[in-house]
């Protein structure tokens, strides 16, 4: 409206047949709703001179994604050729490369954004600022499971996770000519990371094993941090005599969990884990 003020709304309605049996997880809506004020372009901004830009914005929306992963919804089969000694004797056979797994659903998203857009003396110094919070929720990796349905560990939408951050950007056009232009791009960002609920909880081998499995409740997602805090996995609140880890028995541990890691030695692992020298 009078090149001041903006307002837009996108709505989706999205199907994967990777995705579980039913409708319900098959099928999305999405949708996003945005508006921006062009201060620049408002009166009281005129006598501002080196001011050619100025703008808020912000913008709330749902969004999702299939996680590739998400491969047999029906059971996903490989036909292979069986070898025998003598050629005529090789037999057709199928092999199961996936389990069926009908609950997968999509990851999703909520998303809200608040921002800045900045041009000073022309745009030659331009500059972005943006804020912004992500709910994430059924969010799919591998979980542990009774092994009933034949498999250990499946993908499944395990759990939730929210992300704070900011981010800066600054892009300064240096020289600008007919024939040579030169510009500068310079991007600042940090976020907060934590996972805010899981489907299950590791065990110690899964902290290290190098997959998705190690998530904890608390930390960001597949975070390879998790011995900086070792004593938050250590000592639990419903033990009353839990003495910290010295530096001594941390440098140990992680020693023990690198070997044991690269050999896959599940015994000697948890061998080694018991053992009160650690």
């Known amino acids: 409206y009078a090149g001041k003020y903006i307002f837009n709304g996108v709505f989706n309605y999205e199907g994967a047949n ?25 009166k009281f901004m005129r006598k501002h001179t080196t001011i050619s830009r100025l703008a808020l914005r912000t913008s709330y929306g749902l969004t ?26 090789r037999e057709n056979a199928l092999r199961i ?20 857009e900045l041009g000073l003396f022309g ?12 709910n994430s929720f059924d969010l799919i990796d591998l979980i ?31 020289i600008l000519t007919d024939k040579f232009s030169w510009s500068t791009t310079v991007t600042i960002s ?13 065990n110690t081998f899964d902290m290290v ?24 996995m250590v000592c639990r609140p419903s033990i009353s005599d839990c003495t910290p880890p010295t530096k001594e028995q941390i440098a140990r541990f992680r ?8 050999i896959q030695n599940h015994t000697l692992f948890t061998m080694a884990l018991l053992s009160p020298n650690i």
Do not use: C
């Not at 940090?190 to 590791?202: E, F, S, V, Y």
């Not at 020693?255 to 690269?262: G, I, P, R, V």
């Open 64 to 89: 999702a994604k299939m996680n590739e992963q998400a491969v047999n919804s029906t059971t996903v089969f490989k036909h292979v050729m069986v070898n025998r000694t003598l050629l005529k004797d």
């Open 18 to 42: 990777t995705a579980g049996k039913y409708s319900r997880s098959r099928w999305l809506p999405t949708w996003n709703i945005g508006a921006k004020w062009n201060l620049d372009q408002e």
């Open 190 to 202: 940090g976020m907060k990371q934590k996972i805010t609920r899981l489907l299950n909880t590791p």
């Open 144 to 174: 542990r499971t009774s092994g009933v349905g034949g498999q250990y560990y499946k993908y499944a939408n395990f759990g939730d996770m929210r992300t704070r951050g900011v981010e800066l950007a600054i892009q300064t056009q240096n």
């Open 123 to 134: 745009n030659r110094i331009s500059a972005t600022f943006d804020v912004y919070q992500r």
């Open 209 to 232: 094993a190098g997959t998705g499995r190690g998530n904890i409740v608390g930390f960001p997602r597949g975070s390879p941090s998790i011995f900086r805090d070792l004593t938050a």
């Open 97 to 116: 490369l996936h389990l069926e797994n009908r609950d997968l659903t999509w990851e999703k998203m909520y998303e809200l954004n608040f921002g800045l």
């Open 255 to 262: 020693e023990l969990t690198f070997w044991m890691h690269n």
